[in-house]
Structures are given as structure tokens and as C-alpha cells.
């Protein structure tokens, strides 16, 4: 059970997070779903202009898991799937 609620408590701020970044993704004609939260690692999809952008690579790094690994301290990774 307890690990249930850290699962909940964690996809809660992974889902913080990515909405503190959508506005500067939405900004280039993007966006981002989140797949799955999973063994600390956490699946994301770029969509719009994300997915595919040669840029998307550094705004995976350097925003994204950046942003939610200073939301939930726990994630180890963030991947991105197609």
C-alpha cells in the first residue's frame, strides 16, 4: 500500500512538473505526454513541433528531466518514446 501511495505521490509531481514546462513548449508549437512513470524513470512523448525538432534532445536534458527531477528528487531518468 505505502508503495502505492509514493507511486501516486510521484506521478503527481512528475505531472506538477510537466505543467510548469508546457507553456514553454506550447510557446514553439509543441507538447508533451507523459507515458508512464515506472521504476523511477520516468516516459515521456514530445508532440507538435517537439517531436522530431533536432533541438528536442537538449530540451529533453536540459528542461525536461531537469525540471522534474527538481519536482520528484526520486526519478533517476527521463526517457522519451515515440
Avoid: W
Avoid at 2 to 17: D, L, P, R, S
Avoid at 47 to 67: I, R
Amino acid at each position: 500500500m505505502t508503495t502505492e501511495i509514493n507511486h501516486e505521490a510521484t506521478v503527481t509531481k512528475v505531472m506538477f512538473a510537466l505543467e510548469s514546462i508546457r507553456p514553454f513548449l506550447n510557446k514553439d508549437g509543441g507538447d508533451i505526454e507523459l507515458i508512464d512513470v515506472k521504476d523511477q524513470k520516468v516516459y515521456v512523448r514530445l508532440q507538435g513541433n517537439c517531436n522530431g525538432c533536432p533541438m528536442s534532445f537538449s530540451t529533453m536534458k536540459l528542461g525536461v528531466e531537469n525540471t522534474i527531477k527538481q519536482h520528484a528528487p526520486e526519478i533517476l531518468e527521463v526517457l522519451s518514446v515515440e
